[in-house]
C-alpha cells in the first residue's frame, strides 16, 4: 500500500459499548488509520480478519469463546504481518508475559485513554510507515543489487553455461547484469586451464589466477565484446561476435595472451575453445566443446579449437539434455506457447537441412523416450505415444520430415499436458474432498483446528486455507459453522434433546457461544427456531 493511504484497523471487543465508545474517542484519520470493522469476540474477528486483512488489529485480552491471546496466536498463523495491541482490565504479568512471546507490539490497560491510544497510533503508523519504506526504497535495493552484481553474474554465467538458465529468461537476466554479450550474432565459450611454469607441482595461487583474468580482460575487452568468470574448474569465458571474421582475431589475441602470461606470470596457460554457436542459448554446447578442447594432451600450442582437433562433421542430430529438460519442463508447467516454442526448437534442428532416415530416427527415438519418462512416472497409457501410428515401429518409418515430426509431437506434447492438468486438478479435488470428509466426521469435536486438518493431509496452513477458499468460495472457519449449524437444525428438527445438549453435540462446548452463533445466521435464538 502506499504511505499516502490509511491503515486498516479491526477492532474487537466483546461489549459493544466499548467498542463505539473507542470509535468515537479517536480521530482515526488524523492518526493515520480507518476502521474497517468491529467484531465482538475472538472467532467472529478471525474470520473477518481473512476477508477484511487489516494493518492492525486492537482486541480485548478477555472475552468469551475466544480471548485476546488466542486470537492474536490463531491469527498470525493466516495474517503474519498483521499488528496486534491488547486491551487488558488487568494489569496481570503473566498475560503480559504471553503478550510479548506471541509479538504483540502493545499491551494497554483499560479504561482507554484517548491521548494514550493516538500516541500509540502514531507510533505504530510511524512503524508501518518505516517498513513500507525499507521494501520500497529502491536506492537501498539498488545499492544492495549492486554490491552483489558480481556474484549474481557469475553465478548467472556458470549456469548459462551448464545450459541451467530457461531460454527466454536469458535475455532478461543479461540485461538486468549489464552483459553486453547479448548484443553478439555468434558466440564461442572459452576455457582456460593454469599451472606454474617453472614446475607443474606448484599449485596456481589466487593472485595468479587474478592476475590471468585481469590479462585476459584487458587484452580481450580491446578488440570485442568478451565476459569473464570463475568455475569450480577455473576461469572460463564467453567471446561475442559481429561476424564470422572476427573469429581470427581472438586466436591470434589468445595466442598472445599465452605467452604474456609466461613472461610476466610465470603462469602457463591452456586455452580450450569450442565451436562458433549462433544462438546464445547453444553456448552450453560451445562450451562443452571447450572443456574438450582444453583436456587435448598432445595438441601442439596452447590455444586449442575444436574444430582443429575434431575432424568429423560436427553438425550431427542429437537430442541433447537441454532440449529434453526444455520439452519437459514445458508439458508439465508451461502455456500453449511454451510448448509450441519447445516443439519449434526441437523442429529447428532438422528443418532445412539433409539428414540420413537413420539420423531421424535416432533424434525420434531420443523424443520417445523423454516423452515415456513423463508417462510411466505419471502412470499413463503408452498407447498416447501412438496415435496415428500402430506401434513404435510405425513411428520410426512414419516419421521422415521436420512436418511430420511437428504434427506427432505436437498431438503427443498437448494430450500428455491435458492429461497432467486434468490430473492436479484430481488432486485438488481430492485433497478438498478428503478435507471435506475428515470434517464431516470430526465437526463433534469442539477442539477441531486447521492444524489438525492440515496435519492429516500433510499440507501447510497458509497452503490449504488458500485452496479451501478458492475451491469452495468461503473459509474454513465459515464452512465448518456452516456444517455445525446445519446439524444443529437437524437435530433441532428431530429430537428433543436440550439446546446445551445439541450444541455439546455440534462441536459448540459453550451453549452460549452456540446461540450466539445460531442467531447470527438465522436470526432466531435455536429455542425459538424449534418453536417455529
Not at 488458500?466 to 475451491?471: A, D, P, Q, R, V
Request: proline share 2%.
Amino acid at each position: 500500500m502506499l504511505m499516502s493511504e490509511k491503515y486498516k484497523i479491526l477492532l474487537v471487543d466483546d461489549e459493544a459499548e466499548v467498542r463505539q465508545s473507542i470509535i468515537k474517542k479517536i480521530d482515526w484519520e488524523k492518526a493515520g488509520f480507518r476502521v474497517v470493522g468491529d467484531a465482538e469476540n475472538g472467532i467472529d474477528a478471525l474470520e473477518k480478519a481473512e476477508a477484511l486483512e487489516p494493518d492492525l488489529i486492537l482486541t480485548d485480552i478477555r472475552m468469551p469463546y475466544m480471548d485476546g491471546l488466542e486470537l492474536a496466536e490463531n491469527i498470525t498463523k493466516v495474517l503474519p504481518s498483521v499488528k496486534i495491541v491488547i486491551f487488558s482490565g488487568f494489569d496481570d504479568f503473566e498475560y503480559a508475559k504471553q503478550a510479548i512471546k506471541l509479538n504483540i507490539i502493545e499491551y494497554i490497560l483499560k479504561p482507554i485513554d484517548a491521548v494514550e491510544l493516538t500516541g500509540i497510533l502514531e507510533k505504530i503508523k510511524a512503524k508501518l510507515d518505516e517498513e513500507i519504506t525499507v521494501i520500497k526504497d529502491m536506492s537501498n535495493l539498488k545499492e544492495n543489487f549492486e554490491k552483489n552484481l558480481p556474484i549474481l553474474r557469475e553465478t548467472f554465467l556458470g549456469n548459462l553455461v551448464k545450459g541451467k538458465v530457461e531460454k527466454d529468461k536469458i535475455k532478461e537476466f543479461m540485461n538486468d547484469y549489464n552483459i553486453d554479450i547479448i548484443n553478439g550474432k555468434f558466440w564461442t565459450a572459452i576455457k582456460v586451464n593454469m599451472t606454474v611454469s617453472s614446475s607443474e607441482n606448484i599449485p596456481v595461487s589466487i593472485m595468479q589466477t587474478m592476475s590471468v583474468k585481469k590479462l585476459l580482460d584487458s587484452r580481450l575487452k580491446d578488440i570485442g565484446v568478451w565476459e569473464c568468470f570463475h568455475r569450480p574448474s577455473g576461469i572460463c569465458g564467453i567471446w561475442a561476435m559481429q561476424d564470422r571474421q572476427s573469429f581470427l582475431l581472438l586466436t591470434n589475441m589468445l595466442n598472445d595472451i599465452c605467452r604474456e602470461s609466461i613472461k610476466l606470470l610465470d603462469t602457463h596457460l591452456k586455452i580450450g575453445i569450442g565451436r562458433i554457436v549462433s544462438s546464445i542459448d547453444e553456448i552450453s554446447e560451445s562450451y562443452s566443446d571447450a572443456r574438450e578442447a582444453v583436456s587435448y594432451k598432445n595438441f601442439i600450442g596452447d590455444v586449442v579449437y575444436i574444430d582443429e582437433v575434431e575432424l568429423t562433421n560436427r553438425d550431427f542430430l542429437k537430442f541433447d539434455e537441454n532440449a529434453e529438460n526444455d520439452l519437459i519442463y514445458a508439458i508439465k508447467f508451461g502455456e500453449e506457447e511454451n510448448i509450441l516454442s519447445s516443439i519449434e526448437n526441437i523442429i529447428s534442428h532438422i528443418k532445412g537441412r539433409e539428414y540420413s532416415p537413420m539420423d531421424i530416427q535416432t533424434y525420434v527415438i531420443s523424443i520417445i523416450n523423454a516423452l515415456i519418462k513423463i508417462i510411466q512416472a505419471n502412470d499413463f497409457d503408452n498407447e498416447i505415444i501412438f496415435g496415428e501410428y500402430e506401434d513404435f515401429g510405425s513411428i520410426m518409418v512414419g516419421i521422415k520430415t521436420a512436418e511430420d515430426l511437428e504434427k506427432w509431437l505436437s498431438r503427443v506434447s498437448f494430450s500428455i499436458s491435458a492429461l497432467l492438468y486434468k490430473q492436479r486438478q484430481g488432486t485438488t479435488k481430492s485433497l478438498i474432498a478428503k478435507a471435506k470428509k475428515y470434517i464431516e466426521e470430526n465437526y463433534q469435536n469442539s477442539s477441531l483446528s486447521l492444524e489438525m486438518i492440515c496435519d492429516y493431509l500433510h499440507v501447510s496452513t497458509a497452503y490449504f486455507s488458500t485452496l479451501f477458499k478458492k475451491e469452495m468460495g468461503e473459509s474454513y472457519i465459515s464452512y465448518l459453522t456452516g456444517m455445525r449449524l446445519e446439524k444443529a437444525v437437524e437435530l433441532l428438527k428431530t429430537t428433543d434433546d436440550k439446546t446445551y445438549i445439541i450444541a455439546s453435540n455440534v462441536g459448540y462446548d459453550e451453549p452460549n457461544y452456540f446461540s450466539y452463533v445460531f442467531k447470527k445466521k438465522y436470526g432466531v435464538s435455536p429455542n425459538k427456531f424449534r418453536g417455529k
